[in-house]
């Protein structure tokens, strides 16, 4: 490795590409310098450069695995191209479209080495190379112009902090206008630009000047701040609370954040009604829930049948079930009530009703609809009823051009039973968009589980709607003798009352929940890569990959999901080399998780799918998720991560035949009962906890009120909120 400092800037010609992705987001360079014999391997964010040009390059020294001495490149410039083989490598590299090699010859033997500098500054003098017609000219001077225009805006953004890879996505947005939107008020960075913060666009502003008290900076900082508590789950904030989170968190001075609140109430971004400050989607998204499900809730069902008992145990009889009268009440709630709500813990039958629901519904030549709000819960929905069920993304059939649903109030679903399972992990965003849709007439039964955690994105819809007391309620309680037979089940009760699992020292004859101490973190990791890797698989027969999942309270720490991420890869998926993002290098046979909603791909935050395939040449993944092959470029990598371990929270709506959870006085923060049971119920076969008994009583006992900041229920009871 040259002798330089750990910060250096190197400049030379672009002797060759070892790979690069289709969108320039990485690249593998070999950069010949004059001083050097041999070249430099530079890595990092590019744009699309091409062999022949000059690159200027500022980074750090590292080793890499594979290519030894490697420079990683934080910023860089072009300054030129080195010779005429260069420059018509790069005209007819692809970079400038419908330039093809041919016409790359013309215009370097008609302008020699001033081509590129003639093209910078008068392309129009193309249309006086012979042979090129008219027509093609003009297509090559536009998209010669839009490749120099992205060059100037990725140099200026470079020179705020901002990566290539943001930069291009900052380009994209605003295209010409990215120079003048960024000096005037790059805090629309922040709301408008998926992974830049306010602290970034902060920052950048700081860099052009912006003033600390500037009406742009505090109006930023509301809306991310808002932003920021609705993916805590609230609809909205109070505004004291608000403006002294903003002062404390943001450096924003609270009467500076007082201000904007007003001025952004006035301009319609935020709406501000008895103290409380709302996101306006999320504000008009409860009201328009309430209007509707309110309105269902003063119309009878339209069943009134007297052979309703005879259906019914005609139907027991199809499913080769007999129903326990709670079940039984259930299904008839449903014929007499427009909404329906059930709720009830693992064992209580659930199941087993919707079946016989579904056999009746279907016997009276009536239309049924199923679905959940994931994948993997919908899946499951299907194989339990033996009825099609899908995700309400699907059922409600989105549009990623338009990011809208085809199904709505101009064009509702049809059918005359609509049951949508998980109800728990609704949240106001969905719910509205499915309500909107929902069919004339229908009945709508939302099943879930009341005591798991509630749902991932903004609301409370399952518990609000229960709080009103508006709609028909169900609770089942009784556990079933086939489910009272399993500790998964006895165990989840327990903690739900309070009380401490049952634990025999070898799991007793039922063999399906374990407790295995560990004091030490370091210790409890080890047991849990020897629990997945060894002793599940060679006693239960279960797959440490496909079927094993392990869960944590939290991210961070020795016992937390990025920690024991790269343990289980290290342990379960060694060895072949892939692609490498940020500090996760993605390998083919990978367990990874989805961690956002991508509309366009339809894949959603939680999925779970395997890496299928790693192209090093293309820098992609093919990603299996439950039979569907997504392909992911290097630059789309940020909404996916390792899914050896996951959070709890991210566990919602799945089950896995097996599951361990670390539970650990490190999480103390996080221990609290529904945590607890919501992890516990996740298993199907086996459940193992890892951990502290302390952690276990503390997760137990600690049972507060699930606070969230939401409107729905007042909205319901045409109450305004004080």
């Given at each position: ?7 250096t ?21 070999k ?14 964010n ?11 390059v500022?980074?750090?020294w590292?080793e890499?695995p ?16 080195a ?21 790359a ?9 001033e081509?590129?500098?003639?093209l ?15 027509k093609?000219?003009?297509k090559?001077v ?18 705020y902090?901002?990566s ?8 994209a947005?605003y295209?010409?206008?990215?120079v ?8 629309r ?13 902060d920052?950048?502003a700081?860099h ?17 701040m ?12 109070p505004r ?13 001075a609270?009467?500076?954040a007082?201000e904007a609140?007003?001025r952004?109430?006035t ?14 989607h999320?504000f ?12 269902m ?18 139907g ?28 009830g ?26 679905a ?7 899946k499951r ?7 099609k069920?899908s ?5 409600l059939?989105y549009?990623p ?14 059918g ?8 728990s ?12 849709a929902?069919?004339k007439?229908a009945?709508?039964?939302l099943?879930?589980?009341i ?14 709607l ?8 169900v ?6 003798r086939?489910?009272?037979?399993s500790l998964i089940?006895?165990n989840a ?6 009380r401490m699992?049952?634990?025999?020292p070898?799991?007793?004859a039922r ?5 295995a101490p560990?004091?030490a ?10 629990i ?5 698989p ?9 079927d094993?999942?392990?869960l944590a309270?939290?991210?961070s720490?020795?016992?937390g999901?990025?920690?024991?991420n ?21 390998r083919?046979g990978?367990k990874?998780?989805q ?6 791909k339809?894949?959603f ?16 993944l ?7 092959r997504i392909?992911?470029a ?30 650990m ?35 137990v006992?600690?049972?507060?009120s699930a ?5 729905l229920?007042e909205?319901?009871?045409?109450t305004?909120?004080?």
């Open positions: 490795m040259p002798d330089l400092p750990d910060q800037v190197l400049e030379g010609t672009l002797e060759q590409i070892a790979f690069q992705s289709p969108d320039g987001a990485w690249s593998v360079l950069l010949q310098s004059p001083a050097q014999q041999r070249p430099y391997t530079v890595t990092g590019f744009g699309r450069v091409v062999p022949g040009e000059v690159l200027r500022k980074g750090r590292s890499h594979r290519y030894g001495a490697t420079f990683r490149v934080s910023s860089y410039e072009t300054t030129g191209s010779t005429l083989t260069g420059i018509r490598k790069y005209l007819s590299s692809g970079v400038i479209k419908g330039l093809g090699e041919a016409t010859r013309k215009l370097t033997d008609h302008f020699g080495m081509t590129l500098e003639l910078d500054k008068n392309p129009e003098k193309i249309f006086d190379v012979p042979g090129i017609q008219k093609r000219a003009k090559i536009k998209a010669w112009k839009g490749e120099s225009k992205l060059r100037e805006m990725l140099v200026f953004l470079q020179g902090g901002v290539p890879a943001y930069a291009r996505k900052i380009y947005r295209q010409d206008q990215t003048a939107m960024v000096r005037e008020n790059p805090y960075l922040a709301t408008e630009i998926r992974g830049i913060g306010f602290k970034k666009a920052a950048i700081m052009l000047g912006h003033a600390e008290d500037s009406p742009f900076r505090a109006d930023a900082a509301v809306r991310y808002l932003r920021e508590c609705s993916t805590e789950g609230n609809t909205y904030y004291q609370e608000l403006v002294s989170r903003i002062a404390r968190q943001l450096g924003v609270a009467a500076v007082d609140v007003d952004l109430a301009r319609g971004r935020v709406i501000l009604l008895d103290g409380r400050v709302y996101l306006p999320l008009r998204a409860e009201y328009e829930i309430a209007a509707r499900l309110g309105a809730a003063q119309v009878p069902g339209s069943f009134d049948d007297q052979r309703l008992e005879l259906l019914i145990s005609e027991e009889k199809r499913v080769g079930v007999e129903l326990d009268p709670n079940q039984r009440q259930a299904v008839l709630a449903v014929f007499r009530n427009r909404l329906v709500v059930i709720t813990g693992p064992g209580t039958g659930k199941t087993t009703l919707l079946r016989v629901l579904i056999s009746v519904f279907r016997k009276l030549d009536l239309e049924v609809l199923c959940s709000p994931t994948g993997r819960a919908a929905m299907a194989e339990a009823t033996g009825h069920a995700t309400i993304h699907r059922l059939q549009q051009p338009t990011r809208s649903f085809l199904r709505n109030e101009e064009n509702p679903l049809q005359d039973l609509l049951a949508i399972d998980e109800a992990m609704l949240d106001t965003m969905l719910t509205c968009s499915l309500v909107r929902l069919p007439d009945c709508f039964v099943i879930g589980d005591d798991q955690l509630p749902s991932v994105g903004p609301g409370n819809v399952l518990r609000d229960i709080a009103s007391e508006l709609f028909a309620l609770r089942l309680q009784k556990i079933f086939q489910a009272e037979e089940v006895t009760h327990r903690i739900n009352r309070g699992p049952i634990c025999p070898d799991g007793g063999r399906d929940f374990f407790l560990a004091q973190p370091a210790r409890a990791l080890e047991v849990v890569k020897l997945v890797s060894e002793r599940i060679k006693v239960f027969g279960l797959d440490p990959v496909q094993v999942q392990v309270p939290m991210y720490g020795i016992v999901v990025d920690s024991l790269q343990e289980l890869q290290i342990l379960l998926n060694p060895g072949e080399e892939g692609i490498r993002y940020r500090k996760i290098q993605f083919a990978d990874v998780m961690i956002v909603n991508d509309y366009d339809q894949v935050n939680g999925d779970i799918g395997r890496v299928e395939m790693v192209d090093l040449s293309e820098q992609t093919l990603i299996d998720f439950s039979g569907r392909p992911y290097k630059s789309e990598l940020d909404a996916l991560t390792l899914a050896y371990a996951v959070t709890v929270h991210k566990s919602q709506g799945s089950e896995y035949p097996a599951v361990v959870m670390l539970l006085n490190q999480h103390y923060v996080m221990l609290r009962r529904n945590l607890l049971y919501t992890g516990l119920t996740r298993a199907r076969k086996l459940a193992v906890v890892v951990g502290q008994q302390t952690a276990l009583y503390r997760a006992k600690h049972n507060p606070q969230r900041y939401t409107s229920t909205c319901l009871l045409g305004s909120p004080s």
